[in-house]
């Protein structure tokens, strides 16, 4: 089956710690991208990457980085440097870098819960 | 801005119809899309309307937008316990700007009672 994949689903960890959020797609997609959500904020976009070897900044990236070494992989590193850590990320990909001109589904994986106290 | 508002709550009586209403600010959108959210769960595209439709209808689904208001619904019918989820309207952004390519909204959570 065709899908995203988030590990691990709960992830605890001490304040001044980094910590990497995998995800993994097998849809063949070009682009990924990170969102975090807390509580009555709705969606924020961390990080995109249109295509392997590339990566954008969304509106909320201080605090965290990315890679993208292969297609089917985007990991999210929360470093100490992120004021307030503890939230619901979503990853999520699509087949094209979509605009405004074009429709385009965005695909999300189950998501990660980080706790850090 | 680049604020896209729904309301954060909803709740209704099993059989009735629900309608969750949203208002987007790029008038550029081509198109708007309705994105669903169970509890503990990643996000499902639920439907979308391109812009120069007013409605859309799919099953229990229908999708009105009013283009000049920047307002798009969402409406089920005959709504459901398993419908009981967030509900999240989401517009395109303009090309030329960095950052977001999806603007969601807070979402709306939809409470069904039986």
């Known amino acids: 089956d065709g899908g995203i994949t988030q590990s691990p689903k709960y992830l605890f960890r001490k304040e001044g710690q980094n910590v990497t959020l995998s995800c993994e797609q097998n849809?063949?997609?070009?682009?990924m991208y990170w969102y975090r959500q807390d509580p009555g904020q709705g969606l924020r976009l961390i990080y995109y990457s249109q295509i392997v070897n590339d990566f954008q900044k969304g509106d909320i990236a201080e605090g965290y980085s990315v890679s993208r070494e292969k297609k089917e992989s985007f990991p999210l590193t929360v470093t100490s440097a992120q004021k307030n850590p503890t939230a619901f990320y979503l990853c999520a990909s699509s087949s094209q870098w979509g605009g405004t001109g074009n429709f385009y589904e965005q695909y999300f994986g189950p998501g990660t819960r980080l706790t850090v106290t | 801005g680049e604020d896209v508002e729904q309301s954060l709550f909803l709740s209704v009586r099993e059989g009735d119809s629900s309608v969750i209403n949203c208002t987007y600010t790029?008038?550029?959108?081509?198109?708007l899309y309705w994105y669903k959210q169970e509890p503990g769960a990643g996000l499902q595209l639920l439907t979308y309307i391109f812009s120069n439709m007013d409605m859309k209808q799919d099953q229990r689904l229908t999708v009105l937008l009013n283009k000049k208001d920047k307002h798009l619904s969402l409406r089920i019918a005959d709504t459901q316990t398993g419908d009981s989820a967030i509900y999240f309207c989401a517009e395109s952004k303009r090309p030329n700007q960095a950052g977001t390519a999806l603007i969601f909204g807070k979402g709306t959570t939809l409470s069904v009672s039986s």
């Open positions: 849809l063949n997609h070009d682009a």
């Open positions: 790029d008038s550029s959108s081509t198109y």
